[in-house]
Nanobody
Framework: QVQLVESGGGSVQAGGSLRLSCEAS????????MGWFRQVPGKEREGVVI???????TYADSVKGRFTTSKDNAKSTLYLQMNSLKPEDTAMYYC????????????WGQGTQVTVSS
């Protein structure tokens, strides 16, 4: 069974920090390209950070300099360190996996809610 499970979300004050985790199982974690996404009700899902097959990390302009992702292949876990959080970061955050070289993400987690108050 393929599974991605996010954790680490919560409610914080503006300027605070959170670290999200995404634990993967049921597939070859190191052979897939991972990403973090977020979505607000009524809005389109937004790519937050994308990792390609060469290991290049691309951050959305809105989070660049504040968010940092890392990948632990031994633990099959993807992390997202979020610092200097802003109210506009409030969203449901998802991790996802895709075949490298394709645009579609095949596996998705259930999401973890992040709420930032002003």
């Amino acid at each position: 069974q393929v599974q991605l499970v996010e954790s680490g979300g919560g409610s914080v004050q503006a300027g605070g920090s959170l670290r999200l985790s995404c634990e993967a199982s049921g597939f070859s974690f190191s052979s897939y390209c991972m990403g973090w996404f977020r979505q607000v009700p009524g809005k389109e899902r937004e790519g937050v950070v994308i990792i390609n097959n060469a290991g290049t990390i691309t951050y959305a302009d809105s989070v660049k300099g504040r968010f940092t992702t890392s990948k632990d292949n031994a633990k099959s876990t993807l992390y997202l360190q979020m610092n200097s959080l802003k109210p506009e970061d409030t969203a449901m955050y998802y991790c996802a996996a895709r075949y490298c070289g394709r645009a579609d993400y095949h596996y998705w987690g259930q999401g973890t809610q992040v709420t930032v108050s002003s």
